[in-house]
């Protein structure tokens, strides 16, 4: 149960004779004051006068007493249903019986919880009829301030309208919080920097706890007001490894902060008074792991998911958590889809489609004559429209799962009830049939179910859940026939999650629940319409001045679920499942200027496993330069080596196009002879890329060119004729090209920082994305054409989906990077400030910066092999560079 992290159970299930009391005993939205070591008084004045030992506990709507003996039920008495509170025998006679009731205080009222008799969880016993019971403090000097916090609280509780009671509550609650502060005798160490202090509730499943909030420049504290569970929460900064700002009720005033990178549980959840107390804390946290933690988005997440480095589960996991879904608020609690359609077989096949569910529709769109009626329905209803009266994620569903391992939490929402044995969660293929059939059963799953902890199908704390029609008691989930035991189910689960199928499907559940068709006419399209209190601004509850109003509101937002926040509003990418081989070079910076043969010793491109460039690049950080050579009076602009690798071609500002022997060292010639002239722009050319004998040319006149150019033979000479094939035109000057590793997409950089993405086939625009505020330095395709990275002015580098045109990552460094290689997942760039930087783009920062050039790095060229390296910069030098393994 992720709200319940495995140690915790352990200890709460080692623990379960020794602590009863929880704030789940509380009713939702009330709040756990104060306690008090006290006495229960049993027939009082007579002869046979027993005492229990216990602890009176002071709640906004109750009073709470726990007795020591764990046989003897927890008694709980609703404010609301008392009929007189006072100090008990305060009737000013002098004798000896008066002064034995010091310190007492009785309470007649007409109905009485009894919880946990006998230590064991059940549905909680009411007893009716007028009655008294009397109370004997410990401390005898605190009758007169019990009293009158009961008396207050009892006031609250009876007034006539929901909102004035919450009202009066609240005012009592931050009176309380006013006439307290945080004890800084907590501080872990006496050189911590205070920094700040607020307000604030610590949140749980179901329940709040008041308190107050410090940060020091080392440490995160929480100090209950109550004192429970614990005198004070401490949380190290340096442990921290994500933060995130959350809306709990709608509002932004929520903060969860995890210690941990992949587990869904944070360490703790603080809901605030005010929102500027909120983003104020969130500030010092951020502040401090600016330089030891990477802040992930959504879009980072989708390119390690796409990528392969973060797996189906672990990638929902992170969109739960962006969009605001936590393990601490069953009303916003993580959603995972329903993904086999087979609970019957003998065998699961995951070979087979048919085992699963159509994950581009909605659970309330799976079944064609249920949804025939819904649009019925749906048609006739007046605005505004929806199809389900039910949510797929809500308080009640999570716990319809989970009511074998939390128990109490079930109580709790249900007024001290367990649902009906019918409608119990019995069997996973039963309940399966129901969100496909049943009328108003629309639920999707909770991560529980693709986890490894099988607790919650099974009734280890042997509840008594009820008997169903049939005779039989509910006790374990009945499971379908493939699965072995709850082990094996799970096990299966996670199987299927992760199967190729769903691989290759789930960014389509994904634009249901967290992406472009959760909303708006793409909604109404996949027939994916809740009722409008579901989703995000869909009301404003500062807007609503009747308090009764607002508070019925709130109450039934709450229990009946809420839409993510939504995260894409473009379609989102699918999941890359095959690698696709491909050349790594991803500039024209690669092509041949020469058809020399293949040296002795020079492995062909053939002969090059994947195996090997993925090495190479693994160790990209170990660059280490071999030679330098200074062969330009101005900046190098671009680089290309000839096929065996002897020969490298620079070009550069000062308007010559070299030739320089590796082998040698030197230079071998200066090229001003020209062979054949082009005109074929009307300004200057910025660019040009030599594919399978076709030029592509980008200019400053805002279009790209495609040329063929075909060998001729004239008088002797050998020249060339160009024929014009497709003019691709821009609204403003092209800065650069590249061609993916098929030369059937181009992806080009204008100066307004707008990077296209075309169809070569068809000289058609895919995508036009506004990447950058300035000029686009560089752009270039990822080796398996799924990604396009691009560079620019601003010093941003932006991941670009090439199916979708999404921009799903973005990095900003301290200088713009001009040129940049990559194999789709690391990046070696050529800074502005003369430095080499390899980028991990699946970390989203910089691993190594390695000192290169004295100017701009402008040019960079890599062999096949991934081992060599060559840059040029505008300190005039080429740079020889191999990799140290």
């Not at 209950?224 to 933060?243: A, E, F, H, M, S």
């Not at 019957?344 to 659970?363: G, I």
């Not at 001729?712 to 090209?737: C, N, P, Q």
Request: one cysteine or more; proline letters at 4%; hydrophobic letters at 35%.
């Amino acid at each position: 149960m992720a709200f319940i992290r495995k140690k915790q159970r352990e200890q709460q299930l080692q623990l379960y004779s020794k602590e009863r009391f929880s704030l789940l005993l509380l009713n939702l939205e009330e709040y756990y004051f104060e306690q008090h070591t006290a006495k229960h008084i049993l027939c009082e004045g007579h002869q046979n006068e027993r005492k229990t030992q216990g602890s009176l506990k002071i709640c906004s709507k109750s009073v709470i007493f726990e007795p020591d003996e764990m046989f003897q039920p927890i008694i709980k008495i609703p404010l609301r249903d008392c009929i007189k509170i006072e100090k008990h025998g305060d009737n000013g006679a002098n004798s000896l019986f008066a002064k034995t009731q010091q310190g007492r205080i009785s309470l007649v009222f007409s109905q009485v919880y009894f919880i946990k008799e006998h230590n064991i969880v059940a549905p909680y016993k009411i007893e009716r009829g007028k009655m008294q019971y009397v109370f004997e403090l410990d401390i005898a000097g605190k009758v007169e301030d019990v009293v009158e916090t009961l008396l207050q609280l009892h006031r609250a509780s009876c007034l006539d309208k929901l909102g004035d009671q919450t009202a009066m509550i609240t005012a009592i609650l931050q009176s309380r919080l006013a006439r307290t502060s945080f004890d800084k005798n907590r501080f872990q160490s006496l050189s911590e920097i205070f920094k700040m202090e607020c307000k604030a509730e610590m949140v749980t499943p179901l329940v709040t706890n008041p308190g107050h909030v410090c940060i020091t420049d080392t440490n995160l504290y929480f100090q209950p007001l109550n004192g429970y569970p614990k005198p004070v929460v401490q949380i190290t900064l340096q442990d921290v490894r994500r933060i995130y700002k959350r809306r709990h009720g709608l509002m932004p005033l929520g903060l969860e902060v995890f210690c941990t990178e992949d587990d869904l549980c944070s360490d703790i959840y603080l809901k605030f008074y005010e929102s500027q107390d909120r983003d104020e804390l969130y500030f010092y946290i951020a502040t401090y792991l600016e330089n030891h933690v990477t802040e992930h988005t959504a879009e980072s997440y989708m390119l390690q998911w796409q990528r392969g480095h973060i797996s189906n589960y672990q990638y929902l996991l992170h969109l739960n958590n962006l969009a605001d879904r936590s393990c601490n608020d069953l009303s916003q609690y993580p959603v995972f889809p329903w993904i086999i359609n087979d609970y019957f077989s003998a065998e699961l096949d995951l070979s087979n489609p048919e085992t699963f569910r159509d994950l581009s529709k909605p659970v309330g769109a799976l079944n064609k004559e249920r949804l025939e009626r819904l649009l019925i329905r749906y048609q006739e209803m007046p605005e505004p429209k929806f199809m389900y009266g039910s949510h797929y994620s809500s308080p009640g569903y999570v716990l319809f799962y989970l009511v074998r391992i939390a128990p109490e939490h079930m109580l709790c929402l249900q007024n001290g009830r367990f649902d009906h044995a019918d409608r119990m969660f019995n069997s996973i293929a039963e309940t399966w049939k129901n969100c496909l059939d049943g009328a108003t059963d629309f639920k999707e799953l909770i991560p529980e179910f693709y986890g490894d902890d099988f607790s919650f199908l099974v009734n280890s704390l042997k509840l008594d859940l009820g008997k169903r029609q049939g005779g039989k008691m509910v006790d374990d989930v009945q499971l379908p026939p493939w699965a072995s035991g709850p082990k094996d189910f799970l096990q299966k689960s996670k199987e299927a999650l992760e199967s190729n199928y769903v691989s290759e499907h789930l960014h389509e559940w994904i634009d249901l629940i967290f992406g472009y068709k959760q909303k708006g006419n793409e909604a109404i399209g996949a027939h994916n319409i809740f009722h409008p209190l579901t989703y995000e601004g869909g009301v404003d509850l500062n807007s609503i001045e009747d308090p009764d109003e607002k508070v019925a509101m709130l109450t039934q937002i709450l229990e009946f679920g809420q839409t993510p926040k939504q995260l894409f509003v473009i379609p989102h990418p699918r999941r890359i499942t095959q690698k696709v081989k491909g050349s790594s070079q991803p500039s024209s910076q690669s092509a041949s200027l020469a058809d020399s043969p293949v040296s002795p010793g020079e492995e062909s491109f053939e002969d090059l496993t994947e195996e090997s460039r993925t090495l190479a690049w693994n160790n990209i950080t170990k660059l280490k330069l071999h030679e330098s050579y200074k062969i330009h009076k101005e900046a190098i602009t671009g680089i290309a080596v000839s096929f065996n690798g002897s020969s490298v071609f620079t070009t550069s500002q000062d308007s010559t196009l070299k030739m320089f022997s590796k082998e040698s060292g030197t230079l071998q010639r200066t090229f001003g002879r020209r062979q054949d002239t082009l005109m074929g722009h009307d300004d200057a050319v910025s660019k040009i890329s030599w594919h399978n004998n076709r030029l592509y040319s980008a200019s400053w006149d805002s279009t790209v060119k495609v040329w063929s150019c075909v060998p001729v033979e004239m008088t002797g000479t050998k020249r060339h004729h160009f024929e014009l094939l497709a003019e691709l035109e821009h609204d403003v000057s092209v800065d650069t090209i590249s061609l993916n590793s098929a030369s059937t997409l181009l992806v080009s950089g204008t100066k307004e920082g707008i990077v296209n993405i075309w169809d070569l086939t068809t000289a058609t625009m895919l995508h036009q994305i506004s990447c950058h505020s300035g000029t686009v330095y560089n752009a270039a395709f990822s080796p398996d054409s799924r990604h396009v990275l691009s560079t620019g002015e601003d010093g941003c580098l932006k991941v670009i989906d090439v199916q979708t045109g999404m921009l799903i990552s973005s990095m900003t460094s301290e200088h713009p990077q001009r040129c940049f290689l990559w194999d789709g997942n690391c990046v070696l760039a050529g800074s502005q400030s003369g430095e080499l930087l390899v980028w991990d783009l699946i970390e989203a920062r910089v691993s190594e910066r390695i000192q290169g050039h004295t100017g701009a790095v402008t040019s960079m060229w890599m062999n096949e092999q991934c081992s060599s390296i060559i840059t040029g910069g505008e300190d005039r030098q080429i740079m020889f560079w191999k990799l140290q393994y």
